[in-house]
């Protein structure tokens, strides 16, 4: 992970809500309250949208629309690198040196705290947006101290794919809740001949964001905790052990194959649609591609496994921001409307299978005809734990993939690691 040093801002923890640690920062221009009202938003003409690299082919085709209807009002489209970690530093830097490069951001929803208290994006006008249509955890992710700072365009629950046509093969009936039971099922299929040479199980293990997704994973469906009810880092506990366990001893039995440890979502969904793994954790972007690929009609989706029952996922998803440094507001503010319409993140859905903001297209029949799986990514959102929503998230998350990666590829133990990351945790969040 690359890490960074941000502008010196005195934060203190304040309160906690559901468990999370919710900090406070010092700025200037706030009275010290970290907040400011809602920007104005003036000034119309050329702007940009900055987000990850577009896997899905859709991204450009819905700018093309809005410039066609908007043609003095022109988006431009920035690809950043796949890795979150890469599209932070570089929005990051956009912000540091105050560029007005980038106006509208697609933000990771673990980075609206850093990027709200540090006023590198605007305070957006709530009323404005139809925020009670959504998802309600998925509309918190875009909050910082009560204020909105962005708007919710995809969400993300983790989701177990399986290779439904090999598991028939090997007569398992139904996917598996447990651990125990996913290598059970393994065990099965990889003794046809169709499972020869086919892996078990595969997450997102190289060290960046998603490890801190999987390893997060790991540890709540084991029942242990990152941070604690009271917000404070309790990762040094038996439960945690057990989580980050299931992980190292994966890798060293071969559940999980070795080159996992180089995996990004996009890796792992190769391998599972060149046939190469019966299970896989991943988003539900994939969905769609796979319906595409060589696997269509063979696999299916149920909700992550854990320890002794059903795991937790961790909440992803990407919400909408202004660059504080941007012109063109008033054009940005119009911008992120169109593109978190229902409408438009339903044709994200539909053609893309991402997971919308929206509560009603969960349960809309003929979308649930074309996504069977909607219902079961609607429980994965909603009982999703969200990683610690803190201003130095950068530290946080490096901390965790450190220590995580350590433990995966056998340079500490994983009590070693889960010790060495409680400590780190501590100085992190007490600054
Ligand atoms: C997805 C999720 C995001 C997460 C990232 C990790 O893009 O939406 O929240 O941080 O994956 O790789």
Not at 52 to 72: C, E, L, V
Not at 76 to 105: C, G, H, W
Not at 249 to 278: H, M, W
Not at 353 to 382: C, G, H
Request: proline fraction near 6%; glycine fraction near 8%.
């Amino acid at each position: 992970m690359k890490t960074r040093s941000t502008r010196a801002i005195p934060c203190a923890a304040v309160l906690t809500v559901g468990g999370l640690l919710l900090t406070a920062c010092g700025s200037s221009g706030d009275g010290g309250s970290g907040q400011a009202g809602p920007a104005s938003f003036e000034g119309r003409g050329p702007i940009s949208y900055v987000a990850a690299k577009d896997t899905t082919g859709t991204i450009q085709p819905m700018i093309d629309r809005w410039n066609k209807q908007h043609p003095d009002e022109k988006v431009t489209f920035i690809q950043l690198p796949t890795d979150a970690d890469a599209q932070r530093q570089q929005m990051i830097q956009n912000a540091e040196t105050k560029s007005d490069a980038y106006t509208v951001l697609s933000l990771d929803v673990v980075w609206t705290s850093e990027f709200a208290a540090h006023q590198w994006i605007d305070r957006l006008p709530e009323k404005q947006f139809p925020l009670g249509k959504m998802l309600k955890p998925v509309v918190e992710t875009a909050k910082y101290r009560d204020g909105l700072y962005a708007v919710p365009h995809s969400s993300d629950g983790g989701l177990l794919y399986y290779r439904s046509d090999l598991l028939k093969k090997a007569g398992v009936k139904v996917p598996p809740k447990t651990w125990a039971e996913m290598k059970d099922a393994c065990a099965k299929v990889q003794k046809l001949p169709e499972g020869k040479g086919v892996s078990c199980y595969a997450g997102q293990f190289q060290k960046y964001e998603g490890l801190t997704v999987n390893f997060s994973e790991a540890v709540h469906s084991a029942g242990g905790v990152v941070t604690g009810p009271d917000g404070k880092p309790n990762v040094d506990t038996p439960e945690a052990k057990k989580g980050l366990d299931f992980l190292v001893g994966s890798l060293k039995d071969g559940t999980i194959p070795k080159k996992a440890v180089t995996y990004l979502e996009e890796d792992g969904r190769q391998a599972f649609q060149n046939g190469k793994l019966v299970f896989l954790r991943n988003w539900p972007y994939v969905y769609s591609h796979a319906q595409k690929s060589d696997i269509k009609g063979k696999f299916a989706v149920a909700p992550l496994p854990g320890l002794n029952g059903p795991g937790s996922s961790s909440l992803g998803g990407h919400n909408l921001a202004i660059s504080s440094f941007a012109k063109n507001k008033a054009t940005a503010l119009d911008f992120i409307k169109f593109m978190s319409s229902e409408q438009s993140t339903e044709t994200f859905l539909k053609e893309a299978s991402l997971a919308p903001p929206y509560a009603s297209l969960y349960d809309d029949r003929e979308l649930i005809d074309q996504y069977p799986y909607l219902p079961v990514l609607k429980e994965s959102i909603l009982r999703a734990v969200p990683r610690p929503r803190v201003v130095p998230y950068g530290d946080v998350t490096a901390s965790i993939q450190r220590e995580a990666y350590a433990a995966l590829t056998g340079s500490k133990s994983s009590a070693e690691a889960l010790k060495a990351l409680q400590a780190d945790l501590q100085k992190s969040v007490a600054r």
